[in-house]
């Protein structure tokens, strides 16, 4: 397994252009096997998960070929519709193969998938809104198996929550079902919007309205596309925070900012000194930072990928913070590793208490899931004295090798094995 060593008190200068969005191009990638024809796609990020998801798309005969800027994916000859452990255990995300499976082959068979290690993380609102489709699910030995009689239909679906993969399961599946669907109080993250508008360039017909009502006429073809994957949203958030904590002047680019609105609204309640433009945002030095309270919410709310880092941040504030988690009920898995760094966070069911005011000092710990490894980076990055984060693994999920994208810009990152 690989570590980090991070020498704290770090500067950093200049500026980071972001990539594309992870959580973008997984369901984009899986949105291939709707397809006969070749999905061409630019900007996706260099990350394991990729790397995972095109392994996925492989096993079951997917053609892929890298290009010098683009990834070309080919599903025309599916030999498999049986996706396995192996693979499914590492990421949560291929569970969205099912959705495209069962619409254009009408059956599927998925091992329940694994991903980060953030609350019981079910898939029932995908299966129940399938089954509005017209699919039929049985669990057995830890697969899910579906089947449709003849092909699926269009229907009207509630979702119960927001889910943002459920949305895109059904939304995928729809794109090639008979007639309309029409799923209500569906997810309006920016990925979706990203998904739909690729969908709609391979000749899918949806159509997102605002308030959490998506359309969707089915088409019986989906067409040869190119798409620009958008840039992500979490890592530019991520990235923001980071200069904020160390009050240094920066800047984030290549990004949407009406994207973290909900951040960089929380960011200048604490005392951030922010330049919004529509496409970067610029750090500058801030005097005073204040505690304040926030709730993670589905979009446009509070993002809770963010949740992590903007807590390792409100530690450095004066003043104390409370952050409620609202989306997953196990996301305080950062708090015990933030605290031997020296932070003051109690967590009492869904809330977390930060006392402000902490002096952070360098000390080994454990990263336990994606955007908690990256609180543990930028609170080391802060701290007095060396620290060192291990099990790392995590972080390269969502990140790309961030000793080398940090690295460049002023702080001190080592990688080592162990
Ligand atoms: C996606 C993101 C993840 C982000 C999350 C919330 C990807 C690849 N991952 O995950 O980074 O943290 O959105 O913004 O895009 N739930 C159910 N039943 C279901 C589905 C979800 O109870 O069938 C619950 C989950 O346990 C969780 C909540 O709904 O508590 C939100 O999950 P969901 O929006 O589905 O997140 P993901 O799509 O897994």
């Not at 192996?86 to 998925?110: H, N, Q, T, W, Y």
């Not at 927001?162 to 007639?179: L, Q, R, Y």
């Not at 958008?230 to 530019?236: E, G, K, P, Q």
Request: aromatic fraction near 4%; charged fraction near 25%; glycine fraction near 8%.
């Amino acid at each position: 397994m690989d570590r980090l060593i991070i020498k704290g008190e770090a500067d950093l200068r200049g500026s980071i252009s972001i990539k594309g969005s992870k959580n973008s191009a997984l369901p984009i990638m899986v949105s291939a096997l709707l397809s006969f024809n070749t999905l061409r796609l630019k900007n996706l990020p260099k990350l394991d998960d990729i790397n995972n998801m095109s392994k996925l798309l492989r096993s079951y005969g997917a053609i892929i070929k890298s290009r010098k800027d683009s990834l070309e994916i080919n599903c025309e000859k599916i030999i498999n519709k049986e996706a396995y452990y192996d693979i499914v255990r590492k990421m949560r995300a291929s569970i969205l193969i099912l959705g495209p499976l069962l619409a254009r082959f009408g059956e599927a068979k998925i091992s329940l998938p694994g991903g980060c290690a953030i609350g019981t993380r079910p898939i029932d609102i995908h299966l129940e809104g399938l089954k509005k489709l017209g699919a039929n699910f049985v669990v057995e030995n830890g697969y899910v198996i579906g089947q449709v009689r003849e092909s699926l239909v269009g229907n009207q679906i509630t979702l119960p929550f927001p889910s943002v993969g459920a949305t895109e399961n059904i939304m995928m599946a729809a794109t090639i079902a008979k007639g309309k669907t029409i799923i209500e109080n569906a997810a309006m993250e920016p990925e979706i919007s990203d998904l739909a508008s690729c969908l709609n360039k391979m000749g899918a017909r949806i159509k997102i309205e605002k308030n959490g009502i998506i359309k969707i006429i089915g088409v019986t073809k989906l067409t040869k596309a190119n798409h620009k994957i958008m840039s992500d949203r979490i890592v530019a958030g991520t990235y923001v925070i980071a200069a904020v904590m160390l009050n240094k002047k920066f800047e984030v680019k290549e990004i949407e900012s009406t994207h973290l609105k909900a951040l960089t609204s929380s960011l200048k309640q604490m005392g951030a000194n922010l330049k919004i433009r529509k496409n970067s945002i610029q750090i500058l030095k801030s005097t005073n930072l204040n505690g304040i309270k926030i709730q993670t919410a589905p979009y446009p709310g509070f993002p809770t990928d963010l949740q992590a880092q903007i807590m390792a941040l409100m530690s450095l504030a004066k003043g104390n913070s409370q952050i409620k988690e609202n989306i997953f009920e196990n996301r305080f898995m950062h708090v015990p590793e933030l605290n031997r760094l020296g932070a003051k966070i109690k967590v009492k069911k869904d809330i977390a208490y930060i006392y402000g005011n902490r002096k952070l000092k360098g000390a080994q710990v454990m990263a336990s899931d994606l955007r908690a490894s990256v609180s543990l980076v930028l609170a080391a990055l802060s701290a007095e004295g060396e620290s060192v984060i291990n099990r790392v693994y995590h972080l390269d999920r969502g990140y790309e090798k961030i000793e080398n994208t940090l690295g460049k810009l002023g702080p001190s990152i080592k990688r080592e094995k162990y």
